[in-house]
């Protein structure tokens, strides 16, 4: 095929179109024929044998949209859709990215799910083992069911196991079935293979099969497909490059945070997708069920897309979706308008067909933010950028609008002043989440220190407050093998047994499940942090707990949280050497604490009667807990007295900070801080750019500013009543991120 460049086409008549396609190889000179003639493409004695009591043919506008390069080949999408401008945003996206480079995809087999529920389980556990023990058998069997899809190179690939409680109190086992079914859409195949397999699996554990049916979750078979755009591309008649990106961003991260807004977003992913999917015959609806469904696979319904600024100031975007399209079956075979549809694609496969779809998703998606953010609508711009914050920082419902209006009237739309105008309230760290089909949920607070570091590595007390909800740890079990997944802190890992690289997260997970004795089972572990790793701020404690929890509830180990604190703890001496133990007992407990290393007795929660007026900010620099705590250990093995006096003094502070703290004594609390920071300085643990923030904070009015963590980069924590606004502003304007203590 010819170049999908069509300059022009908007103006051609529909025959100069159709000519046109056919000229370029787009369309064969019958297919061509078929659209001049201008009959129904679906004939009515041919739509009396797809569904029952037909009556007529409804018709749906069949367009084309132009300018796509996919993985540096040429396509022209064909689009069925009655809703105007779509294609032409498409189009018009396909033009932007063209020049860019093109998109570009990548995807996992298409593998279909399909579920066997059983019932009458009373040992839910026995009954897996039985299954899991019968799987090659049930694998076999289940292939016999469709011996031509074998043939193909697909078949069943493998089998899941998942357990659940139902409301009366009984259990229920479900058995997935992974299928991979070529390209078909396969609802058929995996239907008839389920239910052949019914008898064998109640044979094999003793319960009752009720459903047998496909899942519309195709989760097993996600599409990807990005591109990157230069600023030059995106400067309109009316507005800089630089505002049509940012608004961008703006627009998405607003359906991160808002499934209003996201449901909105995510509908006009679909647009394309849902238009190319009914052009070629596919299960559109199947498509929708699983897209919405994995938008909202971490509890929380979000944006499909992201898109963020590059380094370099270009525009980088990505969507990623499940999405099982077929080009065999269905339909297709008696739907001849599907199969032009299919024909002018030009695709060879299900797999590069799912791929085109994804691509198409993702140019409607810029069409539709691009024009959001840039058509006369700067007033609804600041707006929008309002209503995201205020989302962001949980504002109730019953004063969004007044901090809304309130944020845009200052002229600070920030979070901390949509917190300071509604009073949010720092709700109480959450330790645990429940698990939701077949995911195991568990969630651990990070920490920020007020008093104390280095000294609590000696048997001195430390105060530091929980930074809630910082990381969540998401877990399900697979087959074999582990999977350990990051993505905020660039952690991938895939691993069975030895074949590991040993190293960092990785050997977190193997020490974690040693420790709980699952050594040997796969699982699949995805963790979500909202804190920087390396920062001084627990990161690593949070990812241990976080972990640790995940399996408590997955595996129903009943854990307490002294167990499970005590495993982190030994996560912890693993990571950094020699902690002092706070890291862990923060994310365990979620509370406010002065703790002490060498005794429980000595180490008690601290109360608070308020929020404290902290603002704390990273640096960005990543420093070393390990290596700054054995650097420490160096000097004081080389001036013990001085090092042991100037520990005993920390720990003073830390005690008498605590005091000062409960009694909301904001002005003796931030000159401990300046002390303690001192100190810290003295013991060469800070850097030029803490002590920069830490003047930029003091400057601003913090009444106390100092190093929290380990030090050799991380981040600071300032003292700062009645001057929050200000100094998140001034360390904001320096380019610094600021770390919230709460999560909403």
């Known amino acids: ?129 039985s299954l899991y023990s019968a799987q090659d058998d049930l694998l076999t069997l289940a292939n016999k069911f469709q011996p031509r899809l074998m043939e193909r190179g697909g078949g069943a690939r493998g089998l899941e196991f998942y357990k659940y409680r139902l409301p009366d109190g ?77 608004g961008i961003v703006l627009a998405n991260d607003f359906a991160n945070t808002d499934p209003y807004r996201a449901a909105t977003h995510n509908k006009g992913i679909m647009n394309g997708i849902d238009a190319l999917a009914i052009a070629t015959g596919n299960d559109w609806r199947a498509i929708e069920a699983g897209a919405h469904a994995f938008a909202a696979k971490d509890g929380k319904y979000r944006s499909l897309t992201s898109w963020s600024v590059e380094p370099n100031g270009d525009l980088t975007g990505e969507l990623v979706v499940p999405l099982k399209a077929g080009t065999v079956g269905g339909s297709l075979a008696s739907n001849p308008g599907a199969r032009m549809g299919l024909a002018i694609t030009g695709v060879t496969s299900a797999t590069e067909l799912a791929e085109l779809m994804a691509a198409t998703g993702l140019a409607q998606n810029f069409a539709a933010l691009r024009a959001l953010v840039s058509h006369g609508i700067q007033k609804g711009h600041m707006s929008l950028h309002a209503r995201s914050v205020a989302a962001a920082a949980g504002v109730p419902e019953d004063r969004f609008d007044q901090v809304v209006a309130g944020m845009i009237e200052s002229g600070d739309v920030k979070t901390w002043k949509a917190e300071e105008l509604s009073g949010v309230a720092l709700p109480g760290a959450t330790t645990a989440a429940q698990p939701v089909e077949g995911i195991a949920t568990g969630v651990a607070c990070a920490k920020v220190i007020i008093l104390g570091e280095h000294a609590a590595v000696y048997d001195r007390h430390v105060l530091a407050l929980p930074i809630e909800s910082a990381v969540t740890a998401q877990i399900v079990e697979r087959e074999k093998g582990v999977t350990l997944s990051i993505p905020d802190w660039d952690i991938h890992d895939d691993w069975s047994g030895p074949e590991r690289v040993p190293g960092g997260a990785s050997d977190v997970v193997d020490l974690i499940m040693r420790e709980l004795r699952v050594t040997g089972r796969g699982f699949d572990i995805r963790v979500y942090p909202r804190v920087p790793l390396g920062m001084g701020l627990g990161s690593s404690a949070a990812f241990a707990v976080a972990v640790i ?77 390990g290596d700054m705590v054995a650097g420490v250990r160096e000097r004081f093995s080389k001036n013990e007295a001085l090092y042991t006096t100037i520990f005993d003094e920390i720990d003073e502070l830390s005690i008498a900070g605590a005091k ?46 100092k190093l929290t963590g380990a030090g050799g980069g991380g981040s600071i924590v300032a003292l700062c009543p009645g001057k929050v606004s200000e100094v998140t502003g001034a360390l904001e304007r320096a380019g610094y991120e600021i770390v919230r203590l709460n999560a909403s």
């Open 660 to 705: 000062a703290l409960q009694e909301s004594d904001y002005e003796y609390l931030g000159s401990m801080m300046n002390v303690c920071h001192g100190f810290l300085n003295a013991i060469e643990v800070s850097t030029p750019e803490l002590e920069k923030m830490i003047q930029i904070a003091r400057s601003a009015g913090a009444l106390g500013a």
């Open 549 to 625: 929890r995940a399996f408590n509830n997955l595996l129903g180990l009943e854990k307490s949280d002294l167990e499970i604190d005590r495993i982190a703890f030994r996560c912890e001496s693993l990571t950094h050497g020699t902690p002092s133990g706070i890291d862990n007992n923060i994310a365990t407990f979620g509370e406010p604490v002065l703790y002490s290393k060498g005794s429980s007795t000595r180490t008690r929660p601290v109360p608070l009667p308020q929020i404290p007026p902290l603002v704390v900010a990273s640096s960005g620099t990543r420093g070393s807990t």
């Open 170 to 246: 009984d259990w229920t086992v479900v058995l997935h079935l992974l299928v991979d079914t070529r390209d078909a859409m396969g609802a058929n195949i995996v239907n008839t293979m389920c239910e052949g397999l019914a008898p064998k699996v109640e044979e094999v554990c003793g319960g009752n099969v009720v459903l047998r049916i496909l899942s519309n979750l195709a989760d097993k078979s996600l599409v990807k497909a990005s591109v990157t755009i230069t600023l030059a591309s995106l400067i309109t008649g009316s507005h800089s490059a630089e505002f049509v990106r940012d």
């Open 1 to 129: 095929m010819s170049n999908s460049r069509i300059a022009g086409l908007y103006r051609m008549s529909i025959v100069e179109r159709i000519n046109a396609l056919a000229d370029r190889g787009f369309l064969d000179r019958d297919a061509a024929n078929a659209l001049l003639d201008g009959a129904p493409l679906l004939p009515r004695n041919t739509a009396e044998k797809m569904i029952e009591n037909v009556i007529g043919v409804f018709g749906l506008p069949f367009g084309i949209a132009p300018n796509f390069l996919v993985n540096d080949k040429d396509y022209i999408v064909p689009m069925v859709v009655e809703e105007p401008s779509i294609i032409a945003g498409v189009s018009g996206a396909a033009a932007i990215f063209r020049d860019n480079g093109g998109i570009a995809t990548s995807s996992t087999d298409p593998v279909l799910i399909g579920q066997i529920q059983i019932v009458g389980i009373r040992d839910p556990d026995k009954a897996v083992q």
